[in-house]
């Protein structure tokens, strides 16, 4: 439904990649993003999931597709695949567990390396509410006797975030705090002109249909079309 | 499927090797429930049928480099140069330039897979445009030009490249083809249906040569000699195939290497379905086990499985083709344009030089055609501005000159001043593969023959896949659920403005 009267906003596709340590809640972000929901004891991904989601900006709506890998080293192998092409990825470690910050560096120069010279990278600190910066409760719950589960400091991760360029948050998927904003700064930081399909004078005036040269093999398949020919 | 370590878990296909068949294996298997493990001794996904990065090309490059293989490979004697002036090369990434590349035919049982899988939808189709003969001249002073080849009726008859006599030909030629299976026109054929085709056009459709070389283009015979049964099937296919999925173009290319990408979205959906990968792994040894075989991981694990799927690792090196992929520092514009109202802007166009047309330093003329598949940088292969080449001819000893000939021909015939220029090529031999040697647990090894030199998707390759597929399903195989699958969560709302 179209909430302005006037003709729809250009609409592009994003195909965006999470990479990051088993458990740091790359499938959770994308839970609370697509269905704004959390499950606290949720399974480890296996291989990978693929969901999509729309972001609405006030120019044009993005059209996530999401893969969400599997962190476990024994998948490993499938990230190469995930992110050649991908125009984003989101990078997550955990707050409260410092090898997954030095996980995430890697992954990060894997991407730096490996992917699409025009990747839009964002490192994401997860599972905010177990620190005292939690927006919510959840520092409480933690168990930790200080109630702050903190070992990596916004401040360190900042700096690095920074030297490489780097979108760069502290989120919660249980609270949902800072999820949305993640993947709007995402789908702002994307270069228009990654967005359309550099075609050339004569497809200009088309920036809003950015997919026509697409074939379409869910179209309007003319099952009777045959012999080339319109006679 | 519960998250066991690699030895602990019975198998039920583990499956070596990336290229296109044991990819939609791995997709098919996976999402009908089997326990799948998906492994590869390269480092890169897509086995004879990768797309490389410059980079990745240099590496593959060095370890096929010798005329004698090093190690078992179906690919020999790559070589890849860099002209002088290599400012104008973008980063090694900005590339992914195909191993294989195929065009697919709208009519292709591929593409019927890959619509009921659900997986097309994570690929990007480009239309493949016109098909072009390089055209001698007849004064030798003369420039060689580009003639399209006109493949419909419409197009025959709106065309000034030939007469109106030849017009007739032709277009008696397509009606006959249309229904080349119905008995009156059988009667025609079936006495020469072994004969080369172009015998055929010439005894019964009186076409002189520039017409014949127009339609066995169009079949892309890769020695020009194409028998008449098989050619008239794929003229057919291509006439049939002719605005199935739009107006204006009978076949499609993927965006991003073609086979490679459609390879590697079937390793997704396999992940997806829960298959477990593992790249730069091999097998070492394979022996008998109770429930299967065991077979040694190069990794150093052992895992157990019921039955093992890989690929014709090795090549014969008796028939074989040369392909020479080079960059060009032009768009080449005029190859890539739609020539039907509606048409989307083709990605793909392809060039022959008929066979004969090309003559080496000693003097030896080509006996066979060298396609030219000219790749605009829509196909995601190269930078705005630049394009790729992918040139093909039979294996001889003459082939790699005929090759840089006909680059060289070709981009002088273009009509651009200056000449664009080449900015790096890749030569190399690939070869037919050699059926792997007997083991031990041969009745639960299968193997799948290494990939066609068809520069068409040849829909046969596709007849193994599913035989491995309903023979792991046994009892519970049902035809129909072949890859038959829903669309995974959130992926089917296409593109409809909120
Ligand atoms: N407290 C808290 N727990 C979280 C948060 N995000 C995820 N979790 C929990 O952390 C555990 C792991 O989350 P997942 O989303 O499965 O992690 P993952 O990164 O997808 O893990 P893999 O799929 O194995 O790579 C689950 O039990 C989640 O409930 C968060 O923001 N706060
Ligand atoms: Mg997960």
Redesign the interface.
């Known amino acids: ?3 302005s009267a006037n003709a ?2 250009p ?1 592009s ?1 994003v195909k965006l990649v999470l990479l990051g340590e088993a458990a740091v809640g790359k499938s959770s972000l994308v839970l609370r993003f ?1 269905n704004n929901d959390f499950q606290e004891n949720k399974e ?1 991904t ?9 972001c ?1 900006l006030p120019t044009r ?1 993005i ?1 996530f ?1 999401i ?1 969400d890998t599997a962190g ?1 080293e ?2 490993a ?2 990230a ?3 992110y ?2 991908a125009q984003a990825a989101l990078v997550v470690y955990d707050l409260t567990k410092p090898t997954s910050l030095v996980k995430a560096k890697h992954w990060v120069a894997e991407l730096q390396r ?4 025009g990747i839009v990278i964002a490192l994401v600190g997860n599972k905010l509410d177990l620190t005292n910066d939690g927006a919510g409760s959840g520092a409480a719950e933690s168990g930790d006797d200080s109630g702050d589960a903190r070992k990596i400091t916004t401040e360190e991760a900042k700096t690095y975030a920074e030297e490489e360029g780097l979108l760069f948050f502290e989120t919660s998927a249980k609270t949902g705090y800072n999820v949305t904003e993640v993947f709007t700064a995402i789908a702002n930081a994307i270069p228009e002109t990654s967005l359309k ?4 004078p ?2 200009s005036h088309a920036a809003g249909r950015t ?9 309007p ?2 099952p009777n ?7 | ?1 519960a ?1 066991e370590s ?1 030895s602990d878990t019975l198998w039920d296909v583990v499956i070596c090797g990336t290229g296109l068949s044991q990819s939609l294996l791995a997709l098919s298997l996976s999402r009908s429930g089997k326990n799948i493990l998906h492994i590869d001794p390269n480092e ?2 897509g086995g004879a049928e990768a797309a490389f990065s410059l980079q990745e090309a240099e590496k593959w490059a060095a370890s096929v480099s010798t005329p004698e293989a090093q190690a078992p490979s179906l690919f020999k004697s790559a070589s890849i140069t860099k002209p002088e002036n290599v400012e104008d090369l973008s ?1 090694p ?2 590339y992914s330039l195909a191993l294989a590349p195929q065009l697919i035919y709208a009519r292709s049982e591929l ?1 019927s897979q ?2 009921s899988s659900r997986a ?1 939808r ?1 690929v ?4 493949v445009g016109s098909f072009f003969i390089v055209k001698s001249p007849s004064a030798p002073s003369e420039p060689r030009t580009l003639v399209r080849i006109p ?4 197009d025959v008859f709106s065309t000034s490249a030939i007469s109106v006599k030849a017009k007739r030909g032709l277009m008696k030629f ?1 009606k006959f083809v ?1 229904d080349f299976d119905n008995p009156e026109n059988s009667e025609k054929w079936k006495p020469h249906a072994q004969n080369p085709l172009f015998e055929f056009l010439q005894d019964q459709f009186k076409m002189d040569t520039e017409l014949q070389t127009y339609i066995i283009t169009l079949t892309l015979s890769l020695d020009g000699r194409i028998e008449t049964k098989e050619g008239l099937a794929i003229i057919h296919r ?9 107006p204006g ?2 076949a ?1 290319y993927p965006k ?1 290497g073609g086979i490679s990408e459609i390879a ?1 979205v079937s ?2 959906a ?11 792994t091999g097998i070492k040894g394979t022996s008998a086990a109770d429930d299967g075989m065991e077979l040694e991981l190069t990794s150093g694990d052992k895992v157990k499985t019921r039955m093992l799927v890989r690929g014709y690792e090795d090549g014969t090196r008796d028939a074989g083709i040369s392909r020479l992929v080079a960059v060009i520092g032009s ?1 080449l ?1 005029f190859l890539f344009e739609a020539v039907v109202e509606g048409a ?2 083709p ?1 793909v166009a392809i060039v022959a030089f008929p066979a004969g047309s090309l003559t080496t330093a000693a003097g030896n003329a080509s006996a066979s055609p060298v396609y030219v598949f000219a790749h605009s ?2 196909t ?1 292969e190269c930078p ?1 501005g630049q394009s790729v080449l992918y040139l093909t001819a039979p294996a001889t000893p003459d082939s790699k000159e005929l090759l840089d000939k006909a680059l060289e021909f070709f981009l002088s015939s273009v009509g651009e001043t200056p000449v664009p220029q080449s900015l790096y090529h890749v030569y190399y031999e690939q070869y037919a593969g050699m059926t792997p040697p007997a083991s031990g647990t041969d009745d639960l090894a299968i193997s799948f023959p290494a990939p066609s030199f068809s520069l068409s998707f040849d829909d046969t390759t596709l007849d193994p896949v599913r035989g491995v597929w309903k023979r792991v399903m046994g009892e519970t195989a049902i035809e129909t659920d072949y890859m038959a699958f829903p669309d ?4 089917a ?3 409809i ?2």
């Open positions: 439904m179209a909430d729809p906003k609409s596709s697509v480890p296996i291989g990978a999931a693929f969901l999509t989601q729309k609405n709506t059209k597709e893969w476990q024994r998948f192998s499938l190469p695949m995930y050649r092409n490996q992917a699409s010279p399909s550099a075609r050339g004569g497809a997919e026509e040269q697409r074939v379409n093999l869910n179209g398949r003319d079309a045959k012999e080339g020919c319109a006679c | 499927m998250v690699l890169y996904y980063f990434r900005a593409l890959l619509v097309y994570q990007d189709f480009l239309a493949s419909t009726r419409e397509l249309v291509h006439l049939s195939s002719m605005g199935v999925y739009g173009f009978a499609i991003w590697q390793c997704r396999g992940a997806v379905g829960g298959a477990v990968y593992m790249l730069g768009p514009k989307p802007i990605g940088s829509d995601g705005t995974r969560e959130g992926a709302d296409d593109d403005y909120d």
